[in-house]
């Protein structure tokens, strides 16, 4: 698929190598029976899990965890959801919903219970079809808010609608209860907006260079032009007047016709009621960037490290657009650049001169590839792991500072040799030492140290970090770094990450994980 | 016909490459020893982004002299053929050829990386060790996913449930 919204200042290209009927490219992957197991979206991954009869088990991406349980026949009869919560870094267990079925009525589920048995929702049943829903609580421990919707469906099927008693709308968004539904031919919920529209910032001609940030489709335009893009409806969206905006348009207008609501033309709105819809629902659009957000935006946009032509970065890289996130405008006004990320990580992580790598690996040095920039993303970030380096070369012979954020905690290793051990796959030795944050903005995070030198002990002086670093207590005493946001716990380069071998450059590697799991660093340090 | 003659011709640079190959065990350098899990994952990288789409990427495993178990070294064959085919997500699969050599004359195994039919480089595994690939961190670092990948490579291949 490729479609492209130079009007509305999106690019939403989308495309795809297929080969036996699957998607060949990186991240995603199928199991033997042709499933797809993982699916990669932008710099997110979706992972599904299914039990031995093929059923969808569990479904997890960066964000939410959600849980299936079936009975012996096969019908689902459990649904557990996680999310993470983005403030405290922890994963929220939602309410399990429990499903009780209908053995007269062919197994169909007619109640939804909450775990302690309060009723979230029932079925009415017509002929053959289910006609009403009837939400009795809004979550586990609200107040009683009871609910009635009437559910109207046409005769193929295709287009889905909920009034309340009063024969109103029931729900006009997308994706709540109620929310209407537009099929495409082969069953797929297209909804009944773009999903590629999302909001953006409005243009400020004060800064104009910010444009670059908005991908170079950012139209000069005024706010409002702008404002009827984001506010039309698909059908009146470049590429969509065909399938897609007939289906909407005509599953609205039957449902108009219903209710007895019926207009004329293609649209069943007026232009002015659209624009008193839009007055009444006004967009939540990001808050203004502050001048010191704004100076740095003008600084990444004069760096020219993005690609204003294709949102990618300028290296040609193949990973450039999903290490990126594709397009700039989607990303978080506090989301570093991939250059910027890796210079926080240094100044945290290492001394003066330091150099680190989440994505793009400056440091290989064999052979050919000799002092070349190397896309390493395997090894790095989606591993959950950053390399620091001495300096820009790695140079084996440079003794710099490495330190941990403030507010780590030292990890006592269980091993009997302390931090030191010899890997048990290949017999190489090295050391590795555990710190993690209990509070503060890096709560739940746990940072695995390799290579850390300035150690002493055990069999190759790797076991314990120096007694200038941490105490008997195991309380971190070591110097703060010039920012005095990071304490020192030892010297880049330890065991097995020194720089003596020709190819390999002196440095420390970083296992970050959050909650048990490993996570990209960036997301942890760079608001990716 | 012209599918045939690639096939051909594949096997024409194959069979050259071996023949180069297994003649050439004293011209591994006496003094190479294991360099480590980082080093091997580098080389291995190097060796695809050289062989890119259309070469073809030969790996000939030698026992070294210490390897009491037989099948130590097609183990660390397979660990190398699975992470460059498996455990890299890059777009592109290389096409990757196998195959056993005759011992590495010295005391530590060895899997020769051939690009373009010339040597790329040797890595070293000590006695009876597998080839260190892949993650190079401590299991306690690893999670749910990271066990996973593991699994792609030896010694956790067949036993992945129990990391």
């Known amino acids: 698929m490729h479609k492209s919204d130079p009007k509305a200042g999106q ?25 797809n197991v993982q699916n990669l979206s932008g710099a997110e991954a979706l992972y599904r899990t299914f039990n031995a009869a093929g059923r969808l088990v569990r479904t997890r991406s960066d964000s939410a965890d959600f849980r299936t349980y079936y009975d012996g026949d096969g019908d689902e009869i459990k649904r ?175 449902y108009e016709e219903r209710l007895g609501n019926s207009r004329a033309g293609r649209g069943f709105l007026t232009n002015e009621e659209r624009e008193a819809r839009r007055r009444r629902t006004p967009p939540t659009f990001r808050a203004p960037a502050s001048p010191e957000e704004r100076a740095r935006l003008r ?79 395997d090894h790095l970030y989606k591993s959950g792991t950053f390399h620091i380096y001495t300096d820009e070369q790695g140079s084996a012979d440079e003794e710099v500072g490495l330190y941990v954020p403030n507010g780590a905690q030292f990890v006592s290793p269980s091993r009997k040799t302390a931090g030191e051990y010899q890997d048990p796959i290949n017999g190489e030795w090295k050391n590795e030492f555990v710190f993690k944050y209990n509070s503060g903005p890096y709560s739940g995070v746990s940072l695995y140290l390799v290579h850390v030198a300035g150690t002493y002990g055990g069999d190759h002086g790797g076991a314990f970090l120096g007694r200038e670093f941490i105490n008997s207590a195991g309380r971190l005493i070591g110097s703060q770094n010039a920012a005095k946001i990071s304490t020192q716990i030892g010297f880049i380069g330890g065991l097995a990450g020194e720089g003596k071998v020709e190819g390999l450059n002196r440095h420390t590697h970083v296992v970050v994980k959050r909650n048990g799991k490993r996570i990209d660093p960036r997301k942890v340090f760079c608001g990716w | 016909m012209r599918g045939i003659l690639s096939i051909a011709y594949l096997f024409i640079i194959v069979c050259f490459t071996l023949i180069i190959g297994l003649g050439q065990t004293n011209k591994i350098k006496p003094d190479l020893i294991p360099r480590g899990c980082e080093y091997n994952n580098i080389a291995l990288e190097g060796a695809r982004k050289k062989a890119g789409t259309r070469s073809v990427i030969i790996l000939i495993a030698r026992p070294g002299k210490k390897d009491r178990l037989k099948a130590i070294s097609e183990r660390r064959l397979y660990t190398a053929r699975a992470y460059l085919t498996s455990y890299l997500t890059l777009p592109d699969e290389p096409t990757v050829v196998t195959a056993n050599g005759e011992n590495s004359g010295g005391l530590y195994g060895v899997i020769e990386i051939y690009v373009t039919g010339i040597l790329f480089d040797s890595l070293a595994s000590y006695p009876n060790y597998e080839l260190g690939l892949g993650s190079c961190d401590s299991l306690e670092s690893d999670d749910e996913d990271s066990r996973a990948k593991r699994s792609l490579l030896y010694p956790w291949l067949f036993r992945p449930k129990k990391i």
């Not at chain 1, 048995?117 to 006609?131: A, C, D, E, P, Y």
């Not at chain 1, 294709?310 to 040609?316: L, V």
């Not at chain 1, 150099?355 to 793009?360: G, M, N, Q, V």
């Open chain 1, 80 to 254: 557990r959801t996680d999310t993470l919560n983005d403030e405290t870094g922890l994963w929220d267990a939602q309410p399990t919903k429990y499903y009780i079925r209908s053995r007269v009525l062919g197994g169909r589920v007619v109640s939804e219970v909450w775990a302690n048995g309060k009723k979230h929702r029932s079925f009415v049943k017509g002929i053959g079809n289910q006609t009403a829903v009837q939400s009795a609580y809004a979550s586990e421990t609200a107040q009683l808010n009871e609910v009635v919707l009437f559910e109207y469906s046409d005769a193929s099927g295709m287009s889905y609608r909920t009034t309340n008693k009063l024969g109103e709308h029931a729900a006009t968004g997308d994706g709540g209860e109620g929310s209407p539904i537009e099929t495409d031919p082969l069953g797929g919920n297209i909804g009944t907006y773009t999903p590629f529209i999302t909001l953006i910032e409005p243009f400020d001609p004060e800064y104009p260079e910010l444009q670059t940030y908005n991908n170079g489709y950012f139209p000069q335009s005024n706010f409002s032009s702008l404002y009827a893009s984001l506010g039309s409806r698909i059908a009146d969206l470049p590429g969509f007047g065909t399938n897609w905006g007939s289906f909407a348009e005509l599953g609205m207008a039957q």
């Open chain 1, 299 to 377: 600084a990444l946009a004069a760096t020219g490290i993005f690609d204003s032509e294709d949102g990618d970065n300028d290296d040609g890289s193949v990973w450039g657009a999903q290490a990126f996130g594709g397009n700039m405008a989607n990303q978080a006004k506090d989301k570093l650049s991939q250059q910027e990320c890796d210079k926080k990580i240094a100044g945290h992580f290492g001394g003066e001169g330091a150099d680190a790598a989440t994505f793009l690996d400056l440091k290989i040095q064999l052979g050919e590839f000799k002092g070349k920039t190397e896309e390493r993303p």
């Open chain 1, 11 to 35: 690019n939403f290209d989308k495309t795809f190598d297929y080969d036996n009927n699957r998607i060949e490219e990186a991240g995603w992957t199928y199991d033997e029976d042709g499933r």
